[in-house]
């Protein structure tokens, strides 16, 4: 976290400006590159050097020993990141996802491996994360070649240039990821590391639908947009929004459906409490994608103070519920997380429609179609269970199968009935995708 937030407070807005003024010439790529790589080696080699004195603040008396490694990771993997952005403005998203995914597997391969066969502990993860960022960004680089370097003459003018463009975006970037972080540390001073252990565990498993779908999907979005019209974009912004509603929402509402039957079924007694946090929490999932496609969306229009606001507003009513709601216990706390995305999401959504002029009937469809099929679904899998339970049937093994089925087989109906241009759309898309695989 300390590593983390050390490269989101010198990172202000240059890959973004790459993806939306990069291609407009090679000075400005240059220019935007070298602050993006200046600022990030000054702000993790000061984290790298002083990040033990934090030891006190945050009760990690060993905190000294990992810092310095994560800090070059990340360090690593920004080195990487102007190359990255370059694969995203030429849509070579082929290239992206296998180094991408080749580093998560040696993570895990290294991780698993050094702390099953060595006495390394906690370095083992550190190591681990070296070794990710290493190949993920020699992959990149490779994708890429270093063409992108070309030296310009150096402007102070450019410079200034971007610094306003990413000034505002650098504060939204700040508050974006605190939003995703910074949680664990009001939960940890209110509720102890035993409750933050579930709670961590249940956001992890409740943004799965999140990080590892609407991610992928909403990071196209960016440079499609930003080669459309702005009057071209608006439909756009309609259309993938409903796609990605219909697609998501039955992904995280059904995680959180079948969380007590999941959960018994995969994890010991002891972590059984995940399972009512993961219920809370898979609103999260609902909302996160939603807000990147609109950001997607206000970045192409340069509204980065607005995101950058909006930014500042969700924090604070994640960690102001939080601690609100510490009173009613840790799972009524957990219910700030849907309730800072929820309206960080809708308030996100009344400024395009007020601004743009976008309808607001088509946007509140596209999201309100697929909740209720969604509605439906829970209602099918919640009907499975307390039946199979009527007649003696509490096995997870078989009730999380048979619940999944369930689910399905209720929500494809389901989304024909309530939002069947959306899903005819969608099923087109997908026929498209598999004749050009």
């Known amino acids: 976290m300390l590593a983390q937030t050390a490269n989101w407070l010198s990172h202000w807005g240059f890959n973004q400006y790459l993806v939306v003024r990069g291609p407009d010439g090679p000075e400005q790529t240059y220019h935007a590159a070298m602050l993006h790589v200046g600022f990030g080696v000054v702000g993790l080699a000061t984290i790298a050097l002083t990040g033990g004195l934090f030891s006190s603040v945050f009760n990690a008396p060993h905190l000294a020993r990992y810092v310095p490694g994560l800090a070059l990771a990340v360090l690593i993997r920004r080195l990487g990141a102007v190359a990255d952005k370059i694969l995203v403005r030429e849509m070579r998203f082929r290239e992206l996802a296998v180094a991408n995914g080749l580093g998560e597997l040696a993570f895990t391969l290294c991780a698993v491996t050094l702390a099953a066969t060595t006495t390394l502990g906690g370095l083992s993860i550190v190591i681990a994360n070296v070794v990710q960022a290493t190949l993920t960004t020699a992959l990149i680089l490779r994708a890429t070649g270093l063409g992108w370097l070309q030296r310009s003459p150096w402007r102070w003018q450019r410079v200034r240039e971007i610094l306003r463009f990413g000034g505002p975006l650098g504060v939204e970037s700040l508050f974006h990821n605190a939003s995703r972080y910074w949680d664990n540390l009001v939960f940890a001073a209110y509720f102890g590391t035993g409750t933050l252990a579930l709670y961590n565990f249940a956001y992890q498993l409740a943004d799965i639908p999140a990080a590892q779908v609407g991610e992928h999907l909403s990071s196209v979005l960016l440079p499609t947009m930003n080669s459309l019209s702005p009057e071209e974009r608006k439909p756009v912004l309609v259309r993938s929004t409903s796609l990605l509603a219909l697609l998501i929402f039955p992904l995280a509402i059904g995680l959180g459906a079948i969380a007590h039957s999941l959960i018994a079924l995969v994890l010991r007694d002891e972590w059984q409490g995940v399972a ?10 609902v ?47 957990a219910a700030a997380v849907g309730i800072a995305f929820g309206t960080h999401a809708l308030v996100m959504i009344g400024l395009v429609v007020r601004l743009d002029g976008i309808p607001l009937v088509k946007s509140a469809g596209g999201f309100l179609r697929p909740l209720m099929a969604c509605g439906v679904m829970t209602a099918a899998v919640l009907g499975t269970r307390w039946g199979l339970a009527a007649v003696g049937v509490t096995q997870p093994g078989v009730l999380v199968p048979l619940e999944i089925v369930a689910g399905g087989l209720s929500y494809v109906p389901a989304a024909f009935v309530f939002a069947p241009a959306t899903t005819r759309d969608f099923l087109q898309l997908l026929r498209r995708a598999v004749r050009r695989a």
């Open 276 to 285: 009512p946090f993961l219920v809370v929490l898979s609103a999260l999932s």
């Open 287 to 333: 909302f996160r994608p939603v807000t990147w496609v609109i950001s997607s969306y206000m970045q192409t229009f340069e509204r980065n103070r607005a995101l950058m606001l909006l930014e500042i507003l969700k924090v604070a009513l994640l960690l102001g519920c939080i601690a609100g709601f510490s009173v009613l216990g840790p799972v009524w706390s």
